[in-house]
C-alpha cells in the first residue's frame, strides 16, 4: 500500500520538476494551488454523493481520484508523504498503547 502511494507520489513530484507534454497532473501544476484545492473539493463532493448511492466500484474510483488530487495538493505545499504516513503510524502506536493499557487493567 506505502509503496503504491509512495511510487504515485514519486511520479507526481517529478512532473512538478519537469512538466511533461500532455501531462495532466503537470496541467494541475501549471494552474495552482487554487485550481488543485477546487479539484480537491469536487472530488470530496463526488467521493461522498457516489458513497451515499452505494455503488461500491464508482466510490473506489473516486476515492482513488480523490487521493490522488490530494497527493497533488500536498505536492504543490512541498509535504512529504513520509509526514502523513509518520503521522498516521504515530496515531495507530497510540491507539496500541491505550489497547494495551485497557488489558492490564482487566487483568489487575
Ligand atoms: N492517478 C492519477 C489520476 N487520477 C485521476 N486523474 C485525472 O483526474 C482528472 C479528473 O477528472 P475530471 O473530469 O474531474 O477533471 P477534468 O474535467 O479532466 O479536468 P478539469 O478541467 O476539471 O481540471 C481526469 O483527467 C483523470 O485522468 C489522474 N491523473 C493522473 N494520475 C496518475 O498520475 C501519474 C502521472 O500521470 P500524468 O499526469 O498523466 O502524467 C500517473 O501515475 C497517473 O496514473
Redesign the pocket.
Known amino acids: 500500500m506505502n509503496d503504491t502511494l509512495q511510487?504515485?507520489y514519486d511520479?507526481?513530484l517529478s512532473?512538478k520538476a519537469e512538466p511533461?507534454e500532455?501531462?495532466?497532473?503537470?496541467?494541475?501544476f501549471d494552474?495552482g494551488l487554487d485550481?488543485i484545492l477546487?479539484?480537491v473539493g469536487?472530488?470530496c463532493a463526488?467521493t461522498i454523493i457516489a458513497a451515499k448511492n452505494g455503488m461500491e466500484e464508482d466510490t473506489v474510483g473516486e476515492i482513488?481520484?480523490l487521493?490522488?488530487?490530494l497527493m497533488v495538493m500536498m505536492a504543490e505545499l512541498d509535504i512529504p508523504l513520509s509526514a502523513v504516513l509518520a503521522e498516521l503510524n504515530r496515531r495507530g502506536q497510540k491507539i496500541g498503547n491505550l489497547k494495551q493499557f485497557h488489558v492490564t487493567d482487566k487483568e489487575s
Do not use: F
Open positions: 511510487t504515485l511520479v507526481i512532473r511533461q500532455g501531462s495532466y497532473t503537470a496541467y494541475l494552474k485550481k477546487k479539484k469536487e472530488e463526488e482513488s481520484d487521493i490522488y488530487h
